[in-house]
């Protein structure tokens, strides 16, 4: 899309944000019948996608507006149950694109398949025998999936280590094997598998041991996405808050997170709620990404804070994120769900590198979104105007009603279903 600055679209009915929608993205009848008039997902490919299926479950779709990455405009689809999550991440980015925007990097897209190895007579010798058979096991694996070298990926590399050297116990000595696979646009876990599957018998053969586990690592610490944002103090402003002060307050804040697990959770599950929704409106496997974020957020001995805060030379804030982020943009669910196609279409990017980025740069956004607003009125005023939305819906609410009940039940200070439900019961006399 030309824009991602649509003023007033939280003001609009979804009727009119899907004609403003129209208008700057072209949308076909095909879509809208998908984002609201029937199930996007028919459940006869439902029932292709899963086993004992039922039905199917929607999720909202939001947009998150004003994101402009390495000076290109992204409308970020954004699938969550959560209240204040798009409008924080779509107010962020408006603040960071009159900073200038995210600038973003990643590395190759290299993911990891593991083979385990037990009960040789002698590990080292088996180390040993699997690096000089390097070229004929990846060869192996290549010839396994084919298609991925013609798209210019496929196994790279190998290494070897051996866990557990001289323990006692049979169980806990083993050879792991690590084969290095360019997955090129895709997520890749079923290539992987079927390479390292496919080896398994060649290793066992080399090694003269037994092979036991062949699966992909989601700890992708070799596909990483990183973004950056560098923020002047006077943008920050807000309320009775200098710039300075909320500079100051959000890098207290993550130092809070980096110092001390029990609020690092908190802290990352806030990145989370940005990098989750767009994994799951994209078909990717949010699973893999968040276990695989999690341990990144780890790797230095000590479970801490996914982003960086901290003050620059020119009094600026800056603000980094780099994880592993395994997702594709073919493959899997990416093109078989009719909106997932739809949200990789409207977020326009080329590349699963594209879309891994974009991926963190959110993440970034929402993270401040909440230390910003951790570190001056709170989240609970934010919060709870939307709160009393679902608390409305949860009572009774429909239509026009919703925000009449909700607008009282603040007013009131009481965001209870029960006392919407007295509101509703007095609405409906
Ligand atoms: C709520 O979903 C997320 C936050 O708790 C994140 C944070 O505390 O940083 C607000």
Redesign the pocket.
């Known amino acids: 899309m030309d824009t991602s600055r649509i003023p007033g679209f939280y003001n609009m009915t979804v009727q009119e944000r899907l004609e403003v929608l129209s208008r700057l993205h072209g949308l076909q009848d095909e879509d809208i019948e998908n984002l609201i008039i029937d199930s996007s997902l028919d459940v006869g490919t439902a029932d292709k996608m899963i086993e004992n299926v039922i039905g199917t479950f929607e999720l909202p779709l939001g947009l998150g507006l004003n994101f402009l990455i390495n000076g290109k405009e992204y409308v970020i689809p954004m699938a969550i149950e959560?209240a204040s999550?798009v409008a924080s991440a779509s107010h962020i980015a408006k603040i960071v694109r009159n900073a200038g925007g995210f600038t973003t990097e990643s590395t190759e897209r290299v993911m990891i398949g593991q083979i385990q190895v037990v009960g040789c007579s002698d590990f080292i010798l088996a180390k040993e025998e699997i690096l000089q058979n390097k070229s004929v096991l990846l060869e192996a694996a290549n010839n396994a999936y084919p298609s991925i070298v013609s798209r210019g990926g496929g196994a790279e590399d190998l290494d070897v280590r051996i866990l557990n050297e001289g323990s006692d116990s049979v169980y806990s000595q083993m050879l792991i094997i690590h084969l290095y696979i360019n997955t090129c646009d895709a997520m890749g876990a079923n290539m992987i598998n079927t390479m390292v599957e496919s080896i398994a018998p060649l290793v066992e053969e080399i090694t003269k041991g037994k092979v036991y586990l062949r699966i992909l690592s989601n700890y992708a610490d070799r596909c990483l996405a990183k973004a950056r944002c560098v923020i002047s103090p006077e943008l920050l402003q807000t309320g009775d808050f200098s710039g300075e002060e909320v500079r100051d307050g959000v890098i207290h804040?993550y130092q809070f997170?980096a110092s001390d697990p029990y609020r690092a959770v908190?802290?990352n599950?806030?990145i989370m709620?940005g990098i989750d929704p767009i994994v799951i409106a994209t078909g990717n496997d949010w699973r893999a990404v968040e276990a695989g974020a999690h341990a990144y957020a780890a790797r230095n001995g000590q479970y801490s804070s996914m982003t960086n805060w901290f003050k620059d030379e020119n009094g600026n804030l800056v603000g980094e994120l780099e994880l592993p982020m395994s997702v594709g943009t073919v493959g899997g669910a990416t093109r078989v769900h009719p909106l997932a196609k739809f949200s990789l279409d409207l977020l326009g990017v080329k590349s699963a590198k594209e879309l891994a980025e974009v991926i963190v740069a959110v993440g970034l956004a929402q993270?401040l979104g909440?230390?910003k607003?951790?570190a001056t009125d709170g989240?609970q005023k934010g919060h709870m105007a939307l709160h009393s939305r679902s608390v409305a819906i949860a009572a009774g609410a429909t239509g026009e009603m919703i925000d009449i009940i909700a607008q009282e039940l603040i007013k009131e200070k009481q965001i209870r279903v029960g006392k919407a439900k007295e509101l509703v019961e007095q609405y409906k006399k």
């Open positions: 959560e999550v804040a997170a908190t802290h599950k806030g709620n993270n909440a230390l607003a951790l989240i």
